[in-house]
């Protein structure tokens, strides 16, 4: 069975039921997801040995969190524990054209006060197949990029494929901050994975005759941001998730995956998502496509198997995608009508 560890930060979420806004609510639902934990349930899901690395609080809702992951399967066994809190975020969701709202409360967060000694990262590592992490565990700032360049070294000398979500936020760290330590990072990655405006904002690439506020995708603007991407570090595969806003409520959702050996591009097909909910979109999208790699699928069937796992996870509630692999595979070969199944 294949090894996939991620490592990041896991956090609580508190949202008002339904669509009532923050300050109409005197109720909130608790749950917990993350970037990098959202990976881990999914491919945990499609029944792979999957191990997620971070750090909590020891206490009882830090062992919440834990528990949290370990129902789905997620070995937690080299989460580090100490710290005083798990971060939060707030999540108000929105529809038709109001948007969706997050705010976060996440500062002096357990993960963010991590050292490098916490984590024995040849131990931890210790016949994995691949590692994943996002721009966002970086971006926590103290000892954490050092920390992950401290896996990523390990990956290196073990050959383990790497993967990274560049996923950029602009409230964790500037722009020019954020380029110039995931700069440092880049060279261990295998496959870079980005959405419409994260190559701009953390590298300064920009698609062509693209506007993200309205909905316009350009192609051949991003098969030039793949380009660029590779020929400045070297990925062996750049995967870009194309969404067209055409509200809070509904979305077209896409992708590109582009071969740097070969030079092949391919586009999935594209799905109109009426959305339940869509954090955790890009997760599922980055669980899916490390699937398929894993599985040797052909470029296309990997962009298109990562695409249906993410459109199935817009429409589950919370942070992770709970689908099986069968119900992927049943959506990208064409079954999308919904029907009930008996």
């Known amino acids: 069975m294949k090894k996939v560890v991620t490592f990041g930060e896991i956090m609580l979420r508190l949202a008002p039921p339904?669509?009532?806004?923050?300050l109409q609510t005197d109720e909130y639902t608790a749950l917990y997801g993350g970037g990098e934990a959202n990976v881990?349930?999914?491919l945990a899901n499609y029944g792979y040995n999957t191990a997620f690395v971070s750090?909590?609080?020891?206490?009882?809702?830090?062992q919440a969190g834990v528990n949290a992951l370990s129902r789905y399967g997620v070995s937690t066994q080299h989460i580090a524990r100490g710290g005083e809190r798990v971060g939060i975020y707030y999540l108000e969701k929105?529809?038709?054209?109001?948007?969706?709202?997050?705010?976060?409360d996440r500062a002096y967060s357990s993960i963010s006060q991590a050292r490098r000694e916490d984590f024995d990262w040849n131990a931890i590592l210790d016949g994995a197949d691949f590692f994943h992490f996002t721009g966002i565990t970086p971006a926590?700032?103290?000892?954490?990029?050092?920390?992950?360049?401290?896996?990523?070294?390990?990956?290196?000398e073990k050959g383990i494929?790497?993967?990274?979500?560049?996923?950029?936020r602009k409230n964790l760290w500037s722009k020019a901050e954020a380029g110039e330590t995931m700069a440092k990072l880049m060279p261990y990655v295998n496959i870079c994975i980005a959405n419409e405006e994260d190559a701009a904002d953390v590298f300064g690439i920009h698609a062509s005759n693209t506007d993200v506020t309205t909905g316009t995708i350009n192609h051949d603007g991003y098969i030039d941001v793949a380009k660029q991407l590779v020929d400045r570090f070297g990925f062996d595969k750049v995967a870009i998730t194309l969404r067209e806003s055409i509200s809070a409520s509904d979305n077209n959702w896409a992708a590109m995956l582009y071969d740097g050996q070969s030079g092949d591009v391919v586009f999935s097909k594209k799905y109109p998502v009426r959305i339940v909910?869509?954090?955790?979109g890009g997760d599922s999208f980055g669980a899916g496509l490390i699937y398929a790699t894993l599985q040797d699928m052909s470029l296309q069937d990997t962009i298109e198997f990562a695409v249906a796992a993410s459109c199935l996870k817009h429409t589950i509630e919370g942070d992770f995608n709970l689908v099986t692999v069968d119900e992927v595979k049943k959506l990208a070969q064409?079954?999308?009508?919904?029907?009930?199944?008996r």
Do not use: M, W
Not at 94 to 104: F, L
């Open 18 to 22: 339904l669509y009532t806004r923050f």
């Open 277 to 280: 909910d869509r954090v955790g």
């Open 161 to 168: 494929i790497v993967s990274c979500d560049l996923n950029y």
């Open 140 to 156: 926590l700032k103290n000892e954490l990029p050092q920390i992950c360049e401290d896996a990523l070294k390990v990956c290196k």
């Open 334 to 341: 064409g079954d999308g009508s919904g029907r009930v199944q």
């Open 55 to 62: 750090k909590l609080p020891n206490h009882e809702i830090g």
């Open 40 to 42: 881990a349930v999914s």
């Open 94 to 104: 929105g529809a038709s054209q109001r948007p969706s709202k997050v705010i976060y």
